[in-house]
C-alpha cells in the first residue's frame, strides 16, 4: 500500500482491512516520505503492518514498486489508502484469480464513499478504453456516474483496465511485465500495466462480488491542475508505446485531432487550467521521445499479441465524441 500523508483515513483504511478477513496478511505499507505522523501511527496501532520508508515521494508508481519487491506471497493486492472494504472482498477476488492461470489481475466493485449507492469514479465495474487511448469505465462515463443497480454484475468479467485503487494480481506476472512504469508517477499507471498484461497474453478481470468503498480524489482533488495534466501526459505516453509503429502512425492524427478539440474547448469555457495540462502533456511528449522509444523497446520485447487482439478489446471508436456528440452517456449505451 503506497501512502503519503493522511494519518486519519490510513488508520480507517488499515481497521477495515484486517476486519475484511480472516486471512492471514502480509501488510506493507510504503510511505513515501510523509510529513505528518503516518509512521508513527502505524507503528503504534498496527504493529504487525510492515513499513517501508521511502527517501522521498516516488508517487504511486514507484511505492507500489517497491512493495512489490518486498512482498514474498504469490498474489499481491494493490490498494489505495482511502479505501473502505467489504468482509470476504479478498476471498472472493482471490476465488476468481485461482480460477485460471490466464486471469493476471481481479478488481473488486469501486463504489464512492461519499455516496455509497453510486459506483466510484476511479474504476467503477471495471475499466475500459477506446482505441484512441481514452479510458471510461462500466458504471463510469466522463463526468456521469451511475447508480450500482447491478447492471454490470453479470455478462463477460473481462475488462481492459483494473483500477489501480484495488485490485489482486499474480506478483511474479507483474514482475515478468515490468512493474508500473515510474516515469507515470501517479494516474493510468495502472492501465500501461494492464496493456502490457494483456499483450503477455494475459486477461484482467472484475469480481462484482467483491466491494470497496473509495474517497476518489482525496490525494489529488479533481480539479487539481497537476493531476490534469498527469491523466493527459500519461494517456499519450501510453497511447505512443503500445501500440505496433503502423498502428500508432495511423491513430496518432486521429488523437491529437481529439486533444485539440478538447484544447479549444477548454479556452472558450475558460477553463485555463485543463488547457495548461494539454499544451504542457504535449510538450512534455514532444521533448521526450527517448523515453517513448525506451518503452517501446520494452514493449515489443515481452509483446506475445497482436494489436488485432487488443483492438478486440477496446471500444472501436472515440468514446469521447459518443459521449458529447452522440449523448452515449453510459456504457451500456456506448456497446449499442
Same mark, same amino acid.
Given at each position: 500500500?503506497?501512502?503519503?500523508?493522511?494519518?486519519?483515513?490510513?488508520?480507517?483504511?488499515?481497521?477495515?482491512?484486517?476486519?475484511?478477513?480472516?486471512?492471514?496478511?502480509?501488510?506493507?505499507?510504503?510511505?513515501?516520505?510523509?510529513?505528518?505522523?503516518?509512521?508513527? #501511527? !502505524?507503528?503504534?496501532?498496527?504493529?504487525?503492518? @510492515?513499513?517501508?520508508? /521511502?527517501?522521498?515521494?516516488? =508517487?504511486? *508508481? &514507484? %511505492?507500489?514498486?517497491?512493495?512489490?519487491?518486498?512482498?514474498?506471497?504469490?498474489?499481491?493486492?494493490?490498494?489505495?489508502?482511502?479505501?473502505?472494504?467489504?468482509?470476504?472482498?479478498?476471498?472472493?477476488?482471490?476465488?476468481?484469480?485461482?480460477?485460471?492461470?490466464?486471469?493476471? #489481475? !481481479?478488481?473488486?466493485?469501486?463504489?464512492?464513499? @461519499?455516496?455509497?449507492? /453510486?459506483?466510484?469514479?476511479? =474504476?467503477? *465495474? &471495471? %475499466?475500459?478504453?477506446?482505441?484512441?487511448?481514452?479510458?471510461?469505465?462500466?458504471?463510469?462515463?466522463?463526468?456521469?456516474?451511475?447508480?450500482?443497480?447491478?447492471?454490470?454484475?453479470?455478462?463477460?468479467?473481462?475488462?481492459?483496465?483494473?483500477?489501480?485503487?484495488?485490485?489482486?494480481?499474480?506478483?511474479?506476472?507483474?514482475?515478468?511485465?515490468?512493474?508500473?512504469?515510474?516515469?507515470?508517477?501517479?494516474?493510468?499507471?495502472?492501465?500501461?500495466?494492464?496493456?502490457?498484461?494483456?499483450?503477455?497474453?494475459?486477461?484482467?478481470?472484475?469480481?462484482?462480488?467483491?466491494?470497496?468503498?473509495?474517497?476518489?480524489?482525496?490525494?489529488?482533488?479533481?480539479?487539481?491542475?497537476?493531476?490534469?495534466?498527469?491523466?493527459?501526459?500519461?494517456?499519450?505516453?501510453?497511447?505512443?508505446?503500445?501500440?505496433?509503429?503502423?498502428?500508432?502512425?495511423?491513430?496518432?492524427?486521429?488523437?491529437?485531432?481529439?486533444?485539440?478539440?478538447?484544447?479549444?474547448?477548454?479556452?472558450?469555457?475558460?477553463?485555463?487550467?485543463?488547457?495548461?495540462?494539454?499544451?504542457?502533456?504535449?510538450?512534455?511528449?514532444?521533448?521526450?521521445?527517448?523515453?517513448?522509444?525506451?518503452?517501446?523497446?520494452?514493449?515489443?520485447?515481452?509483446?506475445?499479441?497482436?494489436?488485432?487482439?487488443?483492438?478486440?478489446?477496446?471500444?472501436?471508436?472515440?468514446?469521447?465524441?459518443?459521449?458529447?456528440?452522440?449523448?452515449?452517456?453510459?456504457?451500456?449505451?456506448?456497446?449499442?
Amino acid at each position: 500500500m503506497p501512502h503519503y500523508n493522511g494519518e486519519d483515513i490510513l488508520r480507517d483504511c488499515l481497521t477495515s482491512l484486517v476486519h475484511s478477513t480472516d486471512m492471514p496478511l502480509e501488510i506493507i505499507l510504503v510511505d513515501n516520505a510523509s510529513s505528518d505522523k503516518s509512521v508513527e #501511527v !502505524v507503528r503504534r496501532e498496527f504493529p504487525e503492518v @510492515q513499513i517501508l520508508a /521511502l527517501d522521498k515521494n516516488h =508517487g504511486f *508508481a &514507484g %511505492g507500489c514498486n517497491a512493495g512489490i519487491r518486498q512482498a514474498s506471497a504469490e498474489f499481491v493486492l494493490i490498494l489505495n489508502n482511502d479505501t473502505i472494504h467489504q468482509a470476504g472482498w479478498i476471498e472472493a477476488m482471490l476465488q476468481q484469480i485461482q480460477s485460471s492461470p490466464e486471469i493476471a #489481475v !481481479v478488481q473488486p466493485k469501486l463504489l464512492s464513499y @461519499q455516496n455509497r449507492r /453510486l459506483f466510484d469514479y476511479s =474504476g467503477a *465495474a &471495471g %475499466g475500459e478504453m477506446d482505441m484512441l487511448g481514452f479510458p471510461f469505465a462500466r458504471g463510469r462515463m466522463f463526468e456521469t456516474i451511475e447508480p450500482d443497480d447491478g447492471q454490470y454484475d453479470s455478462g463477460s468479467n473481462c475488462i481492459f483496465w483494473a483500477s489501480g485503487t484495488a485490485f489482486l494480481a499474480r506478483r511474479q506476472v507483474l514482475i515478468d511485465a515490468g512493474l508500473f512504469d515510474e516515469t507515470f508517477f501517479v494516474h493510468m499507471e495502472e492501465i500501461d500495466l494492464e496493456w502490457r498484461l494483456q499483450l503477455m497474453g494475459y486477461s484482467v478481470v472484475v469480481e462484482p462480488k467483491a466491494v470497496v468503498w473509495h474517497r476518489s480524489g482525496y490525494t489529488l482533488g479533481a480539479d487539481s491542475p497537476f493531476k490534469k495534466y498527469l491523466n493527459h501526459r500519461n494517456s499519450l505516453l501510453m497511447f505512443l508505446s503500445n501500440f505496433r509503429l503502423p498502428l500508432t502512425l495511423y491513430l496518432t492524427p486521429l488523437r491529437i485531432a481529439l486533444d485539440d478539440i478538447a484544447l479549444v474547448f477548454s479556452l472558450i469555457k475558460g477553463d485555463f487550467g485543463r488547457a495548461w495540462a494539454i499544451l504542457k502533456a504535449h510538450g512534455w511528449i514532444l521533448a521526450h521521445p527517448g523515453a517513448i522509444y525506451r518503452k517501446r523497446k520494452i514493449v515489443a520485447s515481452i509483446r506475445r499479441k497482436g494489436d488485432g487482439e487488443i483492438l478486440q478489446r477496446l471500444y472501436r471508436g472515440s468514446s469521447a465524441l459518443s459521449y458529447y456528440l452522440l449523448g452515449k452517456k453510459t456504457y451500456a449505451a456506448l456497446k449499442c
